[in-house]
């Protein structure tokens, strides 16, 4: 989905896949089903990722079933056994966060975190999820519209930080399956500092990793991360070796401060032994 993409941009997008095993529809959504006032006020706002809240509009009708990916992840592992799930009478099933941060990794409890910064008013039992990964019942959204979720914000707008993301924990805060294991979706923001041996785990068993909050992996002066290895692992793959060599030298020599970014990454994980 996306709201007005340049036919250039369409066609880069397009030659670029063609390398590759996939097709790509590209559904140009406008601001879609949420463009009034009252959702576009809300903090982070953006119509791409609001209009997951109907998913409907966005594919045909024979389909059923909705992965749904974010499009600041690195995909590194077979997603097979998440999408195979039965929902039941579950809305979605979403990778999720304990509260306590025990979620099977030494990484996790940092990332239980995110309670500190939710005002809205989830049960205490309830466990909150990222909406970056989704397996969506397109079926059970069919019967859904904006006015739903309207009434939803009109509610607890005072109290809403992450737009979408914490109107689908409100609106489905029992018709969640909740699959807490944060390897479907790491989360990691670009200030957040690994402890030592995380680094290693999370290349190692992480399927989904999640580069979220503003600064990104492709920012290349700002972002300090060592985790930027794995996202330049799959640019490499995707533009090729030659053109991504050509043009990472002369990025380093027109930008000299992406270099020193760079230089501060590699010294990070020397120290840490990563």
């Known amino acids: 989905m996306h709201d007005g993409l340049s036919d250039k941009s369409v066609s880069l997008i397009q030659k670029r896949l063609s390398r590759f095993k996939c097709e790509i529809n590209l559904v140009d959504i406008g601001e879609g089903a949420f ?9 982070r706002y953006y119509s791409q990722s609001i209009n997951r809240l109907l ?11 909705l992965l749904y990916l974010d499009s600041d992840l690195t995909v590194n592992g077979s997603l097979q056994e998440f999408y195979d799930l ?3 009478d579950s809305f979605l099933a979403a990778p999720s966060v304990r509260r306590d941060g025990q979620d099977g990794g030494p990484y996790w409890d940092q990332e239980a975190g995110v309670y500190d910064l939710l005002k809205i008013p989830l049960k205490p039992e309830t466990t909150y999820f990222n909406s ?3 397996l969506l019942d397109v079926d059970k959204f069919r019967s859904l519209n904006s006015d739903f979720y309207a009434e939803i914000v009109k509610k ?3 109290q809403i930080v992450f737009a979408d993301q914490d109107i689908l924990n409100l609106a489905f805060e ?3 399956l909740n699959v807490i294991d944060r390897r479907l979706n790491c989360t990691i923001p670009n200030n957040m500092r690994l402890r030592k041996g995380e680094l290693k785990w999370i ?3 992480v399927k989904v990793l999640h580069y979220v909050v503003a600064i990104k992996p492709w920012m290349y002066a700002k972002y300090t991360n060592p985790l930027f290895k794995v996202y330049m692992k799959y640019f490499r793959h995707e533009t090729g070796t030659i053109p991504w060599a050509w043009r990472f030298c002369v990025w380093y020599i027109f930008k000299p401060f992406h270099f020193l970014a760079h230089c501060q990454r590699k010294a990070i994980s020397i120290i840490r032994g990563e």
């Open 35 to 43: 463009g009034d006032e009252l959702f576009r006020s809300l903090p």
């Open 174 to 176: 029992v018709k969640t």
């Open 55 to 65: 998913p409907q509009l966005a594919v045909p009708d024979d389909v059923h079933r």
């Open 132 to 134: 970056g990964v989704l």
């Open 86 to 88: 039965d929902l039941k």
């Open 203 to 205: 290349k190692r068993e």
């Open 156 to 158: 607890h707008k005072e």
